[in-house]
């Protein structure tokens, strides 16, 4: 069956670094479209960024825009997350998706996603 596994979360303090995986297994990972959410307590889920299949295009939520970059290793089936210049406001559960990849669009909702992680624990500290 599908697997998607985060790993990488951790405590840090305002303005450091922290790289996220996701490892997956069970499907084609170079035919996904792969997107990063995170949720916060008692918040929705809410969209962070998205990938491409191959690599070739992304998008970001405004908030990470120029924090935070996304990228994949289709040989090694792992999805990153890299986060820089980290807020207390990005303290969340991360989590990785993955939807059939067809034409590339900017799909940001949840319900466009047919397989989810359970996430990794991200908490900033000012």
């Known amino acids: 069956q599908v697997q998607l596994v985060e790993s990488g979360g951790g405590l840090v303090q305002a303005g450091d670094s922290l790289r996220l995986s996701c490892a997956a297994s069970g499907l084609s990972f170079s035919n996904y479209d792969m997107g990063w959410f995170r949720q916060a307590p008692g918040q929705e889920r809410e969209f962070v960024a998205q990938?491409?299949?191959?690599?070739?295009?992304?998008d970001y939520t405004t908030s990470v825009n120029g924090r935070f970059t996304i990228s994949r290793d289709n040989g090694k089936n792992t999805l990153y997350l890299q986060m820089n210049s980290l807020k207390p406001e990005d303290t969340a559960v991360y989590l990785c998706?993955?939807?059939?990849?067809?034409?590339?669009?900017?799909?940001?909702?949840?319900?466009?996603?047919?397989?989810w992680g359970q996430g990794t624990q991200v908490t900033v500290s000012s």
């Open positions: 990938i491409s299949a191959s690599g070739g295009n992304t």
């Open positions: 998706a993955a939807r059939w990849s067809t034409t590339w669009s900017l799909r940001r909702r949840t319900n466009e996603y047919a397989y």
